[in-house]
């Protein structure tokens, strides 16, 4: 049960922006390749793409 609880805020963390890996939590800013250092779990390179800031929503 503990890992099932780790998995949904992993994924919630996920889908807020932060940019980690699903199975372990690693962190995946500064990747190249679209897999997982630590566990090589794949991802979606888009996931590391930044949210626009707070100052360029006001400007747009």
Known sequence: MRK???RFLRE??????VPICIECGY????????RCPECGTGYDPDLLK????????LFE
């Open 4 to 6: 099932r609880r780790r």
């Open 12 to 17: 919630k963390l996920v889908e807020k922006g």
């Open 27 to 34: 962190d995946l800013r500064g990747q190249i390749e679209p």
């Open 50 to 57: 930044q949210p626009p800031s707070l100052s360029e929503k």
